[in-house]
């Protein structure tokens, strides 16, 4: 099994979905406290709908021009999710971040109708192809989230403080459209590049499960951070041993790996309450 | 004690150089591999990528395949662009020693398109037509490709794969003649396919290819080509429609109830079904399936 890791090809996956990992758990925590969570599938959506339209025109996968189309149709999106945003109440906006993903899914799969070899695209649009990451592929996928990370570094104080704490940050006078448009772009850039090696369900899963297991245990910022990261890697390692051992794609063995330990996670924390429960009730009791 | 010690190393050393001996080969496709496992006896031992019953087109990358490419001495392609999926396997592999051999070498290629290819076109393979495999002729220019390539990763055994050839090649020449015999009543008969895999087996046994269940090849059926295939079979009096195993059924079975034509499940490669385990019986296979499909036997 350990030997297994000995070949190039998973190390390079490996690698690949720790890269992955460590930058998407970050943007995750604020994609989770902000408390948009279809607005990441949705815009993964239309970065993978980007692809198919790349792959239609004939661009070669993995190219600067594939990018810049897909990330055209990521920006598009980001752009109507949030005028979308109506101040009449009656609509919710769910309803229209849920119709951009519907939306995108039934365009990349009438466009890959007429395509040959179309359901397979499709099911690359889904799962990735991890196993097969080209290393110069990694090389500027790596330098781009770097770029990323680093933007975010300076800006920290303001993002951690939008995602805490909106509210406050508009009566403090924060020109907040801005900061969000910040926000997103900078998501566009990673999501768009990340759905063309991975695919829209590992993508969806890094940015959710590892924040969502984290919250499970503490509220603590720092905490948070870091327990996402030990999920997100945690998870890439143990989908890599699956995948090798069993001999079934990569993607989604991760993905499988992370929903396990969500479960296992909420499993522990309702065990550690069995035990808390009582004394709580306890007390209630004294006190009536 | 030191005997003992002595023999043990030489039990390693013979375990080491037999295990050393046997060349690792990986083919693409089951049909390589069968053809491979004829020419290279027990001097070889062949790992296909692509089983009969899978479509040779798209291939969903495993990690089982690069370790065996990783291990590999030699690879067999098909070429003309079929098993693009090849390429990142054999990178991925990372096997530097690797020997790689398109066995489309030296094969009268069909349906090589005139003009430049896009993908309107539908999966049109520039290159022309991949499925060379099917005309039992071209068999034997596969097996000189794979003899050459088992040689020369192999000298010590040249003298076996030659031998392998020239019986290879009187076996086939002897069968060919069998089934043009046997298919006799066959020629000119016209047939439908789902894809366009057909084009060297009909030219070999001289069957007659009117009309594809694909609207273009690697496209899904639709609605306006599925009808104007009905109309084209029902004034033709068609009453074939081959299909490959890998295709869904439901197209060709809505057709065939349209048209009073038998949807008949033939195996493009070895493997592909019952009975067609190596390169011959797929032929044998294949022709009593038509055979019994055009006397209208269940």
Known sequence: ?288 | MKRFLVFVLTLFAIVAMSSAAVVNVVASSSDLKAIADYIGGNHVSVKAIVTGKDNPHFVEVLPSYMVMVSRANIYFKLGLGLDFWAQPIIDGSRNDRLVIVDCSEGIDVLGKPAGPVNASMGDVHPEGNPHYQLDPANGLVIARNIEKGLAQVDPGNAGSYEAALKQFETELGSKIETWKKEAEPLAGMEIVTYHESWAYFCRAFGIKVAGFIEPKPGIEPTASHTAELITLMKARGIKIIGKEPYYSDRAPRAIAAATGAKVVDLPPSVGGAEGADNYFSLFEVLISRLMSAARNEP
């Open chain 1, 1 to 288: 099994m350990i030997h297994l890791f000995s070949y190039p090809f998973v190390q390079l996956a490996l690698l690949a979905a720790l890269v992955l990992a460590g930058i998407h758990s970050y943007l995750g925590f604020h994609i989770v406290s902000r408390g948009v969570i279809f607005v990441d599938i949705s815009i993964a959506q239309a970065a993978a709908f980007g692809a198919v339209v790349g792959l239609v025109w004939g661009l070669e996968k993995h190219s600067w021009a594939a990018y810049f189309v897909s990330l055209f149709f990521t920006f598009a999106a980001s752009v109507i999710i949030s005028l979308s945003r109506t101040r009449d109440d009656r609509i919710p906006h769910e309803a229209f971040i849920g119709v951009v993903y519907a939306g995108f899914s039934t365009a990349a799969l009438l466009l890959l109708a007429r395509h040959p070899g179309g359901t397979e695209e499709l099911e690359e649009m889904l799962a990735g192809s991890l196993l097969t990451v080209r290393v110069d592929d990694l090389v500027t996928t790596a330098i781009l989230y770097a770029a990323v990370g680093a933007f975010h570094w300076f800006l920290r104080k303001q993002f951690f403080r939008l995602s805490a704490d909106r509210a406050g940050a508009i009566r403090d006078g924060w020109k907040v459209g801005w900061w969000d448009f910040l926000f997103y772009a900078s998501f566009g850039l990673v999501v768009t590049s990340s759905v063309h090696i991975a695919g829209v369900l590992l993508v969806f899963s890094f940015l959710v499960v590892p924040p969502v297991i984290a919250l499970l245990f503490t509220q603590k910022k720092g905490v948070r951070l870091a327990v996402g990261w030990l999920v997100a890697f945690a998870g890439s390692l143990a989908g890599i041993a699956i995948s090798v051992g069993l001999n079934i794609p990569a993607g989604p063995s991760i993905i499988a790996s992370l929903i396990a330990f969500l479960i296992l996670s909420a499993l522990v924390k309702n065990f550690l309450s069995l035990f808390r429960a009582p004394g709580a009730d306890w007390k209630i009791r004294r006190r009536i």
